[in-house]
C-alpha cells in the first residue's frame, strides 16, 4: 500500500529511521556517498575546479547543467537508498510512504555526497600545493 503523506505519520516514519529495521543502512549509505564524493573531489581538483557546493550554490551561471551533472554521478546510490527506505517502511509497517523515503534518501545520499566533494576539493588543492616545489 503506499501512502502520499501530508499527514502526521510522514513525520513519524521520519523519526523512526533512527530505530528498529535498516538501522545499518544509516551507516552504509552515507559511507558509500562519503567514498563517491571523495572520488569525485579529488577529480575536481585536479581538473582545476572550485568545490562543488560553491560552484552549486553561489555560481549561478551554470547551476543547472552542474546539479544535473551531480545527479548523475550519485543516482544509482541514490535510488537503491530510496528502493531500501521503501522495502524497509513495508517491512516495518506494511506501507510505503514514497515522500518519506526520498527525504531518507536525500540526507543519507546527497547531502554526505556534497559536502564530502567539497570538503575533499579543497583538502587535496591545499596538500597538493603545499607540496609543490616553490618555482611552480
Given at each position: ?9 510522514f513525520w ?90 526520498v527525504v ?33
Open positions: 500500500m503506499l501512502v502520499f503523506g501530508g499527514d502526521a505519520g513519524e516514519d521520519l523519526l523512526d529511521v533512527t530505530t528498529g529495521r535498516g538501522q545499518l543502512r544509516l551507516v552504509l549509505q552515507p559511507l558509500v556517498a562519503i567514498f563517491l564524493g571523495i572520488r569525485f573531489g579529488i577529480g575536481d581538483a585536479k581538473s582545476s575546479k572550485e568545490p562543488f557546493l560553491l560552484r552549486l550554490l553561489v555560481k549561478s551561471e551554470h547551476r543547472a547543467r552542474l546539479a544535473k551533472e551531480a545527479m548523475k554521478s550519485i543516482i544509482v546510490p541514490f535510488a537503491i537508498a530510496i528502493v531500501l527506505d521503501g522495502v524497509l517502511q513495508y517491512l516495518a509497517h506494511g506501507y510505503v510512504r514514497p515522500l518519506a523515503a531518507i534518501g536525500a540526507v543519507l545520499i546527497f547531502a554526505p555526497f556534497a559536502i564530502a566533494r567539497s570538503l575533499t576539493n579543497r583538502i587535496y588543492r591545499r596538500v597538493t600545493h603545499a607540496r609543490a616545489p616553490a618555482g611552480s
